[in-house]
């Protein structure tokens, strides 16, 4: 018997006064958890939050989620997940300051097993938070130069084709990527629902 | 504390799908009035995905992440807030009304003045040495968290469109996947400022805006210091099924 459904809450904006005390210190250096280090190739993830017309935006709160070195979720849904990296937690936060700037620290995912046996290519779930966003922004950030982001699901359903670029974080410089983040606009990033 | 995850029903999908949001449910992206929301809103629309274990899943046990406070946010005796000492009965559910145990809370609010302890926050009201407003506490195994805390103040947003904000509580919640994280706000039964606030009334399903407002326990059922007020956040993502392939 189907159990009664009930409505999800309403979302409302973060608004300008979330606690600076809740992007809490290493939240947003993921190699580091409990005094121990996560397996894989350390990479540093920096870009700018802008809203119209490129003006930076200052305290956006940016959550991030992703999978292990070898491309595994630390959660019961992951059918591998007991072997999944102990010394990697995957979620991250970070707030932008006042030149709309960011940056995370963390390891490169692997690349998840999806049940039917195919593979994503390797990337990262982002939430972006802020004042004036009325409901939450979903994105993906997928890398530079993998051969991979040709096959993603997830990436090929950014139409049209060009706009992919704006989800795939540049190299810049050895294990540094560039990730920008662009809320409205005509070069703006491509979101997805939530 | 462990959380029961039974979200992926059937092993063999690739990607998973979950029904739409039911049109009003959501507040307008774009608010008329709230000139941010115009600036920052993507202009094109949101595509819609695939899903994948990337959105089934998500951060668990997130005190082992983000330290979490006491729920005690008012203070006591001499260094208690001012204000009218309010508990704040929080349940967070699954779509089907299953209680979501050890699941990350967040609260903020301003105190009973109206004024936040936040840098941001130049209003003319003053701060209460006594008050930050704010607490980061796990739900215990029946889903339920009891804060303690006063009555926000109503106040004023700055700029052309000033507009004030009524009293409310917002709250950040996580539930066990990805696609279960909310922040929402709160409000107070009966409060006149209710009908006029533009984010409240950005909701236009009228049950869905009353989904937001808390309910208030009756005194003679509350015994005790504190008025009492109870809400409930439902979150998304129980009801992802696989995807059906023609
Ligand atoms: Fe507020």
């Known amino acids: 018997m189907m159990s009664a459904v009930s409505m999800p809450i309403g979302e409302a904006t973060i608004g300008p006064f979330f606690p600076g005390a809740y992007v809490d210190a290493g939240a947003n250096d993921l190699t580091r958890w409990q005094g121990r280090s996560a397996q894989g190739q350390l990479i540093d993830i920096r870009g700018r939050v802008t809203e119209d017309e490129g003006v930076p935006l200052q305290n956006v709160v940016l959550e991030i989620w992703q999978a292990d070195a070898n491309g595994i979720y630390r959660h019961p849904a992951d059918p591998r997940a007991k072997h999944a990296d102990a010394d990697f937690f995957g979620w991250g936060r970070a707030a932008t300051d006042a030149d709309g700037a960011f940056h995370f620290r963390t390891i490169m995912p692997g690349r998840t097993h999806l049940p039917n046996g195919t593979l994503r290519a390797p990337h990262i779930n982002v939430v972006v938070l802020a004042s004036g966003l009325m409901r939450q922004l979903q994105t993906v950030m997928f890398f530079e130069g993998n051969a991979a982001n040709a096959t993603d699901a997830v990436l090929a359903c950014v139409h049209p084709a060009a706009f992919q670029e704006a989800l795939i974080a540049k190299a810049d410089g050895p294990r540094k990527y560039r990730f920008d983040i662009r809320l409205c606009g005509a070069d703006e990033t491509p979101f997805f629902e939530d | ?246």
């Open chain 2, 1 to 246: 504390m462990s959380i029961q995850v039974d979200l992926v029903k059937g092993a063999k999908a690739d990607t998973y799908t979950i029904p739409p949001i039911v049109d009003g449910t959501q507040p307008t992206r774009i608010v008329e009035g709230y000139p941010q929301t115009a600036r920052r809103t993507p202009s094109r629309p949101l595509l819609r995905r695939p899903l994948t274990l990337s959105e089934l899943t998500g951060p668990l046990d997130l005190s082992g992440r983000l330290a979490a406070t006491s729920a005690d946010v008012a203070g006591q005796s001499a260094r208690r807030a001012l204000g009218q000492l309010i508990v704040l009965r929080l349940a967070v559910r699954d779509e089907d009304g299953s209680p979501i145990a050890g699941t990350m809370v967040e609260m903020w609010q301003a105190n009973a003045a109206g004024r936040y302890a936040h840098p941001n926050d130049s209003d003319h009201a003053p701060l209460d040495p006594h008050f930050q407003g704010n607490a980061r506490v796990q739900t215990d195994a029946s889903g339920n968290i009891e804060i303690r805390t006063i009555k926000p103040g109503a106040y004023p947003v700055p700029g052309p469109d000033r507009w004030w904000r009524p009293p409310h509580v917002h709250f950040s919640v996580w539930g066990k996947v990805w696609l279960s994280r909310v922040v929402t706000q709160m409000f107070f039964p009966g409060d006149p400022l209710n009908e006029q606030d533009l984010i409240l009334n950005a909701v236009v399903d009228a049950e869905a805006r009353a989904r937001l407002v808390a309910r208030s326990v009756p005194t003679q059922a509350a015994p005790g210091d504190a008025l009492v007020f109870e809400h409930t956040v439902v979150v998304r993502g129980k009801r992802a099924t696989p995807t059906e392939h023609a």
